[in-house]
């Protein structure tokens, strides 16, 4: 299959890419984090999260950050609500669009949000209703697609469940993700297939961990595949605080990069994704990647 022309970034650094960082990062940080990657040309950022934030601190003042940021036109602004408070809560912020997450594995939707995989469904049918009343898009994240922290292997086919649940109910992209980064290629082809014969690929977006260094060959993988929607964090920040060792997204800028060079449109000024990525990790005190030798810093 030829690999697509152009594909869409989901930049997730505001919210997966912070939301472990032990030390509380001020409101203003963040406001400035999300208006210099909006300046980049990325048109779907994740800025917050309105969880409770006994669970997760860092995540407290979502609020405050979506009325502080100067939007830009074209631009989605999205949250992560895992129940109907929450999705109140981003309603009241003005958000553009929400998420939710799911699991593959019962031992990670356990130890996650502390219910079955049936039972967190369930809970999603009136954030679902409301988000219909309320016009709001509804986005899923699909955890442990390529291995679970607890239960170890999981089966393609209960990938393309979980997913058709999903998609049941009402959500219009399915994130799979690849939680502590032990995806390959190989694994890729599989999961994809699966979860291909009952959604169609235009649904689908992948979700890469950088933990064991293949983000990269697994984009590719999932090009050849006919995918055109990643995410991505800015400087390769983030993790999971429910899977140990599930350190760092796939970087946008290192996403980008791969992508210009073979051709691909992104819409997004790569020279512009290092400045915002050295600003944020200098902030946080993330090491600094190396730069890639690369085609060119923009491409649209």
Same mark, same amino acid.
């Given at each position: 299959m030829t690999i697509p022309q152009r594909v869409k970034i989901v930049e997730v650094g505001p919210r997966d890419g912070l939301q472990n960082e032990t !030390? $509380? *990062?001020?409101?203003d940080i963040k406001i400035q984090l999300v208006e210099k990657l909006a300046a980049t040309g990325l048109s779907a950022i994740e800025c917050g999260s309105f969880v409770n934030p006994k669970w997760v601190p860092q995540?407290?003042?979502?609020?405050?950050?979506?009325s502080g940021i100067q939007r830009q036109p074209g631009v989605t602004y999205s949250a992560l609500t895992p129940?109907? #408070?929450?999705l109140e809560s981003a309603i009241a912020a003005g958000v553009d669009e929400v998420a939710v997450f799911g699991s593959c594995t019962e031992a990670f939707s356990l #130890? %996650? *949000? %502390?219910?079955? *995989?049936e039972e967190s469904l369930a809970r999603f049918k009136p954030l679902m209703r409301a988000a219909e009343q309320a016009? $709001? #898009?509804v986005r899923a994240y699909l955890s442990c697609a390529f291995g679970c922290p607890y239960s170890g292997e999981v089966s393609p086919l209960q990938v393309a469940k979980v997913a058709r649940q999903l998609e049941d109910l009402g959500c219009y992209e399915i !994130? *799979?993700?690849d939680t502590i980064g032990t995806g390959t290629p190989a694994l890729v082809e599989s999961v994809v297939n699966a979860v291909a014969g009952s959604l169609p690929l235009q649904q689908l977006a992948m979700h890469f961990h950088d933990t064991q260094g293949r983000a990269l060959a697994n984009v590719e993988q999932s090009l050849k595949m006919g995918i055109t929607v990643f995410d991505s964090a800015i400087g390769?920040?983030?993790g999971c605080p429910y899977a140990d060792g599930a350190s760092g997204n796939l970087a946008t800028e290192a996403l980008v990069g791969l992508l210009h060079n073979k051709g691909v449109e992104t819409g997004v000024d790569l020279a512009q994704c290092w400045v915002v990525g050295e600003f944020i990790n200098a902030?946080?005190?993330?090491?600094?990647?190396? #730069?890639p030798a690369l085609a060119s810093s923009k491409n649209n």
């Open positions: !030390a $509380l *990062i001020p409101s995540m407290a003042d979502s609020a405050a950050v979506f129940n109907l #408070k929450g #130890k %996650n *949000i %502390n219910c079955s *995989i016009n $709001l #898009k !994130a *799979i993700s390769g920040l983030g902030y946080v005190g993330a090491p600094k990647s190396t #730069k």
